[in-house]
């Protein structure tokens, strides 16, 4: 579809991430809203985690067209007259594929070896539905009825009975990716984890103390989720009290969340699972080009809050793997409002533990120049993530995405 007086498709405009799914928090997450941001965690274990995935979602389907450019793909260059990036301009660059040079903060960790990118990846159907796709990536159980994500059934894998996995706070919302029976957390924002009135001081000693002797001995189940409560505020006090390092990520709610994640993690509390939403990448007009738009400022803060984050989680850094990925991609052609409409195939980006990066994976199928054409998927998404829960968490693949059979695409490497 092309939208002509707005950004974004009226769908996307209507689907707020933050409204979506309200009410239903207490099923999952640590979860934080931050602009266009949210953050949730789920702590699988209340011991430090042995590995950590940050799993990135560009909301609004992300061009990885634009992002990882096949410049070898000579069909790229006539579908986008006007917003193709010229070959010379990229950066980490080889035969068939580069990056923006926005993404150009990224090369440190591509040179070591610890960014990679998979192209032509995505759901085995297409699917240019916002809401429906981004279900369906986050379901990862095609033809299902069960309201659970795969993330929270990798959280039901792992060892851990912490009160942060049962705990909601606050009215943030939960990606579908993290719905389901194994408890996660949620709560407003890091600095506000904590037990209302917990500052202020009765005649028993304080509010908190009071609270304690009318839950403590009681055997109902609100009591049982009060005690809960009181043990998961415990359980995050480290991560309250580490560094606020802010002001080292770019402007934005991109960066304002994953610095929310590094101090989450460095925290040490046992964190095993935490997802980043950031929308603001459904762009059917006003992509640009290297000069102007919209496409060249995302990439910008999308590099550089990714290069600060790992900068950011010092002695945690060797066990924490992120990946990004969107709904679905774009077009291969261009319309004539400098935008480009719904696609199907895009990129994948993995950063971080256990990637063997410098490279790009992938079967690329070539690009065709009609106005309907798509970037073909020649990876199904849930291959590379099948990677990553196995060589990172050692979980069963069967356990994770049901009914799904894996083909290899030699990302990353085991523990």
Not at 146 to 174: C, H, I, K, Y
Not at 194 to 202: A, E, K, Y
Not at 313 to 333: C, I, N, W, Y
Not at 350 to 377: C, E, F, H, I, Q
Request: net charge negative.
């Amino acid at each position: 579809m092309t939208s002509t007086t707005t950004s974004c498709c009226p769908e996307y405009a209507a689907m707020s991430r933050r409204g979506l799914l309200k009410g239903a928090a207490a099923l999952a997450g640590t979860t934080t809203v931050l602009g266009s941001a949210v953050v949730t965690a789920s702590p699988a274990t209340a011991a430090s985690a042995g590995s950590v995935l940050v799993v990135l979602s560009l909301r609004g389907a992300a061009d990885g067209l634009s992002l990882v450019v096949p410049h070898g793909d000579p069909v790229y260059y006539q579908a986008r007259p006007r917003l193709a990036v010229p070959a010379e301009r990229l950066v980490n660059k080889d035969g068939m594929f580069g990056m923006h040079p926005q993404l150009a903060p990224l090369e440190p960790l591509w040179r070591s070896g610890r960014l990679a990118a998979v192209h032509a990846t995505g759901l085995p159907v297409p699917n240019r539905s916002h809401f429906a796709a981004m279900e369906e990536v986050e379901d990862a159980d095609a033809g299902s009825a069960e309201r659970q994500g795969w993330l929270n059934r990798l959280v039901g894998t792992t060892a851990g009975d912490s009160p942060l996995q049962g705990f909601t706070m606050g009215g943030g919302v939960l990606p579908t990716s993290m719905y389901g029976d194994a408890p996660v957390m949620a709560a407003a924002t890091l600095s506000h984890t904590r037990l209302p009135g917990d500052d202020q001081w009765d005649a028993t000693g304080g509010r908190v103390r009071s609270l304690h002797t009318l839950w403590d001995t009681d055997s109902s189940v609100l009591a049982g989720s009060m005690r809960s409560t009181f043990r998961a505020v415990e359980g995050l006090a480290p991560a309250s009290t580490t560094a606020n390092n802010r002001a080292r990520y770019p402007d934005g709610d991109l960066g304002a969340a994953l610095s929310q994640v590094a101090r989450v993690i460095r925290g040490d509390v046992g964190v095993e699972v935490v997802t980043v939403d950031q929308g603001d990448w459904d762009m059917h007009t006003d992509v640009g080009n290297l000069e102007w738009g919209r496409m060249r400022s995302n990439a910008g803060r999308l590099a550089g809050s990714i290069a600060a984050f790992f900068d950011d989680l010092g002695d945690q850094a060797p066990k924490v793997t992120l990946v990004a990925l969107s709904e679905f991609g774009r077009r291969v052609q261009e319309n004539a409002n400098w935008g480009l409409d719904h696609g199907y195939g895009n990129v994948m980006l993995l950063a971080g533990a256990g990637v063997k990066g410098g490279r790009y994976y992938g079967s690329w199928p070539g690009l065709t120049n009609d106005l309907d054409s798509d970037l073909l998927v020649t990876t199904d998404y849930r291959s590379v993530l099948s990677e990553v829960v196995t060589t990172r968490f050692s979980a069963s693949t069967a356990a994770v995405f049901p009914g799904f059979t894996p083909e290899g695409v030699g990302v990353m490497t085991s523990l």
